[in-house]
């Protein structure tokens, strides 16, 4: 079947700090992966996607691989700003395309 | 920038009475959902359509009825509130294909409160 699992929050991170969010997914074929973020009050945006093996999707200095070979899509970014504080969510679609699956969400806040 | 629209955003109604939440998209998606969150929590999907005159029950079992009589809009209406009901409600949108790649983009939501 097709899963994602991510890392558990909340996360807290001083500004300029590195962060990693862990996401690791189960699915048949070959998936498409993406990560959404979640201001308060709001719905998701995309944040990046990839849609194949090895792809680096980037947007807003965040970086995620498709790394086939360990199922992982880990969320990255070099130094996080008070703006970043969120929700992350990772998802996947299978290569159907015909639904989407998300990870349960990781609280991220960024303290000055 | 995605182009779906929903209404209202905020709502505070009594137990008993009947509500929709309005859900419009403007990119000529087949594909659209609603999902259910609790603030900061996992999304459950409780409906989707994959076309006019299609929808089927997500996941989490819900009391809310949807409707698809056009593309663009895909409407949620609860015939009696309760305090349960009370939650996020994000509406979402994909094209249709049998490819993945696809990608869904969310409403801004409905935050619904039965007092």
């Known amino acids: 079947g097709n899963s994602v699992t991510q890392m558990e929050g909340p996360v807290t991170l001083s500004e300029e700090a590195f962060l990693t969010i862990n996401c690791t997914y189960t699915?048949?074929?070959?998936?498409?992966l993406f990560w959404y973020v979640q201001y308060p009050g709001e719905g998701l945006q995309l944040l990046l996607k990839a849609t194949k093996a090895d792809d680096k999707g980037s947007n807003k200095g965040f970086e995620a691989t498709y790394r086939k070979e360990t199922t992982s899509f880990h969320l990255e970014k070099g130094s996080v700003q008070v703006s970043d504080s969120a929700v992350y969510f990772c998802a996947l679609s299978p290569n159907t395309g015909n639904q989407f699956y998300f990870g349960t969400g990781t609280s991220l806040t960024v303290i000055p | 920038e995605a182009d779906i629209y929903q209404t209202p955003r905020y709502l505070v109604i009594g137990t008993g009475k009947k509500i929709t939440l309005e859900c419009s998209q403007t990119m000529g998606h087949d594909k659209m959902y609603w999902y259910q969150q609790d603030p900061g929590m996992e999304l459950h999907l409780i409906h989707y359509s994959y076309g006019v005159n299609s929808t089927e029950k997500g996941d989490l079992s819900s009391e809310s009825t949807v409707s698809r009589i056009r593309t663009e809009h895909f409407p949620l209406t609860l015939e009696s509130a309760r305090p349960s009901h009370t939650s996020q409600y994000l509406c979402?949108?994909?094209?249709?294909?049998?490819?993945?790649?696809?990608?869904?983009?969310f409403g801004e939501g409905s935050w619904l409160t039965v007092v």
């Open positions: 979402a949108s994909s094209e249709a294909g049998d490819y993945s790649g696809n990608t869904i983009y």
């Open positions: 699915a048949t074929g070959y998936p498409s």
